[in-house]
């Protein structure tokens, strides 16, 4: 069964870090692409963090760059997005994805552009 299953969301204080995690199951991530969305209440699902399968191309969104980092260790079947200096904004459930594709160096932005979806993980900052 094919299965993404994300780890690491929780409340954390303005400021604070949390690493999230995407493991997945009854598939090789080696050859997907990988995206990290995120959807807060009564808004839009956003893409936040891309990665592509060979790992050399990144795809952040203007709201995160420099504070997420995205990353992935094929060899674990993971994918990890590293979120520093968080900010209330970034109040949302995240969620990752994977895409299939025949480009190592392409990364895929859009939710429609991905197959398989993890259930998400809430992260919530406040004070």
């Known amino acids: 069964q094919v299965q993404l299953v994300e780890s690491g969301g929780g409340l954390v204080q303005p400021g604070g870090s949390l690493r999230l995690s995407c493991a997945a199951s009854?598939?090789?991530?080696?050859?997907?692409?990988i995206g990290w969305f995120r959807q807060a209440p009564g808004k839009e699902r956003e893409g936040v963090s891309c990665?592509?399968?060979?790992?050399?191309?990144?795809y952040s969104a203007d709201s995160v760059k420099g504070r997420f980092t995205i990353s992935r260790d094929n060899a674990k079947n993971t994918v990890y997005l590293q979120m520093n200096s968080l900010k209330p904004e970034d109040t949302a459930v995240y969620y990752c994805?994977?895409?299939?594709?025949?480009?190592?160096?392409?990364?895929?932005?859009?939710?429609?552009?991905?197959?398989?979806w993890g259930q998400g993980t809430q992260v919530t900052v406040s004070s």
């Open positions: 990665i592509s399968s060979s790992g050399s191309t990144t």
């Open positions: 994805a994977a895409a299939s594709t025949g480009i190592p160096t392409m990364v895929k932005t859009h939710p429609y552009e991905y197959g398989y």
């Open positions: 009854g598939f090789t991530l080696e050859y997907y692409a």
